[in-house]
Structures are given as structure tokens and as C-alpha cells.
């Protein structure tokens, strides 16, 4: 999945999922084949019904070879689960942990950013270019713990957090390689002031590596509970963000506002130098409370789209989706009620496609064959 495409086709797995995951998905999905074809590449979809609605008519909301379907593709674009007929750990726990868990998908990459056109509640947003590279693999997630004495006055529940060397070391690689590419420090969340196990793993894991392999990225370790307010008054002194998977979680949400809100902020979960394919997918859910109604945004999940097309080598059809998206973000018809529009979920994504065809038609050839 990384490096420059050797093929002209891109094999897409595409999984709408619950609630508003199809409608953004149905919407973000023609402006994706039309990027990666404007460079040449044909994107073959393979739809796949997976979610809530066929584990309630099927038993699973995945086919027992689910695993060997999705390694047949380049990749997957996932719109989001949770499904109201379900309880959302359910959701959860039967389709996208397991595609993380099973493709072992252990950087969970989720930029945020300021747009043109859509206003901001955070100050300064505009000059705010973060990222938060998430740990994708364990902390809480890993499903370690269990209920007993059930019901009774002596009942204990644990959810334990686990954190190893080796998932530490591998995403903070990663996360000081992007900073070093983007010009940027790390800034290390933890809570390691109280967790002195697992996050005391996390300081002396990610400050070693940081001296022995990249001191000349800026390293900056801070607590999360300062750093959830840090990113509504200061987020413009944020580079790369390294998190443990429900730090990572809770802050991307929190960075979202930055954005214009959860409609804004695309997310790709990867397995950097292995074969596994990546997943991509908004980082906001289902959406319960507009399901249906056609007002989704889309964008998120247009920008997951880009993010795909860039880890499968399609750096310039990636950086054009981009372009086109902040194109569109600036017109009444690109803007969904979200961000301050009176657009649906449909002509949003329109909008992103005749901004693409605009901008190609402008573009020069020899600029557009840049791969
Ligand atoms: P949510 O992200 O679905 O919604 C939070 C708020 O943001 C809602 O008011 C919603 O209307 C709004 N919103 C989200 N996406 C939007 C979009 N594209 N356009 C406009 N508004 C948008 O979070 P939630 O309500 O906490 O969770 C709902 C369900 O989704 C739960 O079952 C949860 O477990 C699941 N979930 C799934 C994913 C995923 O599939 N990756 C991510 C987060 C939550
Ligand atoms: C996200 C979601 C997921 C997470 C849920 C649906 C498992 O909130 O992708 O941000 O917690 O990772
Ligand atoms: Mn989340």
C-alpha cells in the first residue's frame, strides 16, 4: 500500500456501515474515483454490505472471510458504525476493532486543519496545521477484563489498559518521522503523573528513541488533561501529537472544532511498511441524530478518501481532492448545515466533483501526469 502505484487500478473495498456512514460514502465516493482518474488510475469498488443491518438479518455483521476479502484490496473506505438497533458496543466490537485488530492497523493518522470558508469557534485556528498520530493497536482496546458478581453490591468491572515496548516504539517512530517530513516537533500526551505503569512506559519508550535516533526533532512530553485545553486556546503551537489509542481518540474529536467540526476531520488507519491494506474513514460515527435526513457532511469522509489515495501512492490526485475540497467549502453549495451551509449531503459531494473538473481543466497536462 505505500510508495508509487506500479498499477493503474486501484482495488477499493467500500463498506457504508451504519447510520450516516452510507450517505457520506455514496456522496465522497464519485469525487475519489474521479481524482485517482484524473492520473490515470481506474478505482474498482467492491461494495460490501457489512454493518449493523446484516448482523441483525445475518448473526455478524462481517462474513467469516472477511479478513481475506478486505487483504484482496489496496485498500478500504469505511463510512462509520453504529447502528440504533444495536447496543454500540456491539457495533463496535463486530466490525471496525476488529479490521484494526485483524490487519494489526497500528498508526491511526488524523490531521486536523483549518478551512477557508468555514468558520471556527477556536481562536487562531487558521494558523493551526496538527496532526494526532494515534496508537491503533492496544491501551484500553485491547478488550483485557470483565465483570463479576454480576448485579449484586459486590460487583467489580475492569477494562485494563495495556501498553507494550513494541506498539510504543512503533508508532512513536512513526510519529517523529512525519514530524521530521513536516517540519514539526512531537508533543508526547500521557498521563503519567497518575498512570506511572503503562504511561511512565510511554515517557522513557518515546524520549530513548527520541535521543538516540531523532534529536533533531523537538520533543515535548505533556499531560492530557492540559493538553485538552491547549488545544482550544493554543492549538497553532501543535505540530505532531503522539497518543495512546483513547487519548488519541478523545483528543481528535476534541481537535475537531479546530476544523470546522467532526463534518471536517478524515482519518486513516495504517500499517506503514506491510502489506496490509489501510482503512480510512471519518473520524466522526454514525450520527444518530441526522441519519436519514440527507444533511450529512461529507467531507470528512472525501478527505479519508484523499488520505487513501496518497498512502496508495497517488500523492498529486490526493493533494487535488484536497484542493477541490477547499474549493468547495467556500461556496453555499459546498456547505452542509454543520459548517454553516444549507447544502445536502449529495450536492456537497457534487460540488467537491465539478470543483475537481475545474480544476483540471485548468491545470497542464505535464502537471497532472506528475506521477
Ligand atoms: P458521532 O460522531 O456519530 O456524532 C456526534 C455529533 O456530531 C452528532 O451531533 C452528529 O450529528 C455530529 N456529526 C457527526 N458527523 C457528522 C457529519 N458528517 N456531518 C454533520 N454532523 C455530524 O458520535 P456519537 O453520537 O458519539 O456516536 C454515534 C455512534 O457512532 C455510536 O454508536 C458510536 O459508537 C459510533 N461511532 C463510530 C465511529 C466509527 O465508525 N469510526 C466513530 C465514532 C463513533
Ligand atoms: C473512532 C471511534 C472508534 C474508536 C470506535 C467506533 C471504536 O470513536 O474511530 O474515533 O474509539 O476508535
Ligand atoms: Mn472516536
Redesign the pocket.
Known amino acids: 500500500m505505500n510508495g508509487a502505484r506500479k498499477s493503474n487500478t486501484l482495488k477499493l473495498a467500500v463498506i457504508g456501515?451504519?447510520?450516516?456512514?452510507p450517505e457520506?460514502v455514496r456522496a465522497a465516493l464519485p469525487a475519489i474515483i474521479d481524482a485517482a482518474a484524473a492520473y490515470g488510475v481506474e478505482v474498482l469498488v467492491t461494495e460490501l454490505d457489512w454493518g449493523g443491518d446484516r448482523l441483525l438479518a445475518k448473526g455478524a455483521a462481517m462474513p467469516d472471510d472477511a479478513i481475506g476479502i478486505v487483504r484482496a484490496h489496496d485498500a478500504v473506505l469505511?463510512?462509520?458504525?453504529?447502528?440504533p438497533g444495536l447496543s454500540?458496543?456491539v457495533?463496535?466490537w463486530s466490525l471496525?476493532l476488529p479490521l484494526r485488530k485483524a490487519l494489526d492497523l497500528y498508526v491511526n493518522l488524523r490531521p486536523v486543519r483549518a478551512w477557508n470558508g468555514v468558520e471556527s469557534v477556536v481562536r487562531n485556528a487558521e494558523l493551526t496545521d496538527l496532526v494526532v498520530v494515534r496508537e491503533n493497536t492496544e491501551g484500553e482496546y485491547t478488550g483485557v477484563g470483565g465483570r463479576v458478581h454480576t448485579g449484586s453490591v459486590h460487583e467489580v468491572a475492569t477494562d485494563v489498559a495495556v501498553h507494550s515496548r513494541r506498539a510504543i516504539t512503533r508508532v512513536a517512530r512513526y510519529a517523529f518521522d512525519l514530524a521530521r517530513a513536516r517540519g514539526q516537533g512531537v508533543t508526547l500526551v500521557t498521563k503519567s503523573n497518575v498512570s506511572r505503569h503503562g504511561y511512565a512506559l510511554w515517557d522513557e519508550v518515546v524520549e530513548e528513541l527520541g535521543v538516540a535516533e531523532y534529536g533533531d526533532v523537538p520533543l515535548e512530553k505533556t499531560f492530557v488533561d492540559a493538553m485538552a485545553a491547549r488545544l482550544i486556546q493554543r492549538p497553532a503551537s501543535l505540530g505532531v501529537l503522539l497518543c495512546s489509542n483513547l487519548f488519541g481518540d478523545i483528543l481528535s474529536?476534541g481537535a475537531a472544532p479546530i476544523a470546522g467540526?467532526?463534518?471536517m476531520v478524515p482519518?486513516a488507519n495504517l500499517a506503514p511498511d506491510t502489506d496490509s491494506p489501510g482503512v480510512f474513514?471519518?473520524?466522526?460515527?454514525?450520527?444518530?441524530?441526522?441519519a436519514g435526513k440527507g444533511?450529512?457532511?461529507?467531507?470528512?469522509?472525501v478527505l479519508s478518501g484523499a488520505m487513501l489515495l496518497r498512502a496508495n501512492g497517488l500523492d498529486a490526485a490526493a493533494s487535488l481532492l484536497e484542493e477541490a475540497v477547499g474549493v468547495a467549502v467556500q461556496t453555499d453549495e459546498g456547505r452542509?448545515?454543520?459548517i454553516g451551509g444549507r447544502s445536502t449531503t449529495a450536492s456537497a459531494g457534487e460540488t467537491v466533483r465539478a470543483a475537481l473538473a475545474s480544476a483540471q481543466s485548468r491545470a497542464p497536462r505535464t502537471e497532472r501526469l506528475r506521477l
Not at 17 to 21: E, T
Not at 78 to 83: D, E, I, N, Y
Not at 295 to 301: D, E, G, T, V, Y
Open positions: 456501515g451504519d447510520g450516516i456512514g457520506v469505511l463510512g462509520a458504525v453504529g447502528h454500540a458496543d457495533s463496535v471496525v474529536d467540526g467532526l463534518g482519518s474513514e471519518p473520524v466522526h460515527g454514525s450520527a444518530p441524530d441526522i444533511i450529512a457532511n461529507p467531507m470528512a469522509c452542509t448545515p454543520d
